[in-house]
């Protein structure tokens, strides 16, 4: 990943961290800056080596949306927090409450 793309990374999570806050009602707790990076940057060389990438990010929206608009292509976030049910990647899910039928895609 080129330096461009890291200080892209950072600059997404930071405008995360600051814009979102988290909500304890709903166990939200957001990974450091350090953390996002390093998962960030594993999650986009995952979906630029890999064919046909589908990358799952099960109640992590903060790296979801610290990823590159077209790395995100590749993912979903499955979240309980409807604040994010407009974007194409959202997928309601409340772990406490799983649906029967298994995610398909």
């Known amino acids: 990943m080129s330096s461009a793309?890291?200080?892209?990374?950072t600059k997404k999570d930071e405008?995360?961290?600051k814009s979102t806050k988290e909500r304890a009602d709903l166990n939200q707790y957001w990974f450091s800056r350090n953390t996002i990076d390093v998962f960030v940057?594993?999650?986009s060389c995952h979906v630029e080596k890999v064919e046909k990438p589908k990358v799952a990010l099960v109640s992590c929206p903060s790296l979801y949306f610290s990823l590159?608009?077209?790395?995100?292509k590749s993912c979903i976030v499955l979240?309980?927090?409807?604040q994010w049910e407009e974007d194409p990647g959202f997928v309601y899910y409340d772990?406490?409450?799983?649906?029967?039928?298994?995610l398909s895609g």
């Open 5 to 9: 793309s890291t200080s892209s990374s």
């Open 15 to 17: 405008d995360f961290i």
């Open 41 to 43: 940057k594993i999650i």
């Open 68 to 72: 590159e608009p077209e790395v995100r």
């Open 79 to 82: 979240d309980i927090d409807k």
């Open 95 to 102: 772990f406490n409450d799983p649906p029967e039928q298994q």
